[in-house]
C-alpha cells in the first residue's frame, strides 16, 4: 500500500490523494483507485478551479486537467519564477492561480489558468 501524503475529499465519492506511488483517485469514497498522474514526489500539491478543474503542482512544474486528471497540460511558468513551494500557490475566488516566489518576494497572477502572467512587486505588497 502507498504511503499518503494528502488526501482531499470534494465530495461524497470523489476523493483524490498524493501517494508513494503518484496522485491517485478514487470515484467510490474509497473503494477502488487509479493513478491520474504519475509523480513519485510526497510534496506536490492540488488545487480545485471552480469548475472542477484539477491544478497539480509538482516539483516546480503546474500541470492542468480539465477532466479529472484523464489528461494533462504543463502550464508555462513565469520566467522569472525561481521556485514553487507547497503553500505559496493558491486558486482564488475569482479563479485566478497566484503564486508567491518568496525569493524575489513577487507574486505572479494568471487570470487565464497560466496562459499569461502579470506580477505584483514585494514593495507593492
Known sequence: KPEIAK?????KLD??????????????DGK???TIFNNKI????????KDGSLL?????HLFLSN??????????LPPNLYRIYNKHIV????????IFDSQSKTIFISAN?????????????
Not at 15 to 28: N, P, V
Not at 115 to 120: A, D, L
Request: no cysteine; proline share 2%.
Open 91 to 98: 486558486i482564488t475566488s475569482k479563479d485566478e492561480i497566484r
Open 15 to 28: 476523493i483524490f490523494a498524493i501517494t508513494t506511488k503518484g496522485l491517485q483517485y478514487s470515484h467510490d
Open 7 to 11: 488526501m482531499y475529499q470534494i465530495n
Open 42 to 49: 510526497f510534496y506536490s500539491d492540488l488545487l480545485f478551479f
Open 56 to 60: 497539480f503542482s509538482d516539483d516546480n
Open 113 to 125: 489558468r497560466g496562459k499569461s502572467w502579470t506580477t505584483i512587486l514585494g514593495s507593492n505588497m
Open 32 to 34: 477502488t483507485w487509479r
Open 67 to 76: 477532466d479529472l486528471g484523464t489528461k494533462w497540460t504543463p502550464i508555462v
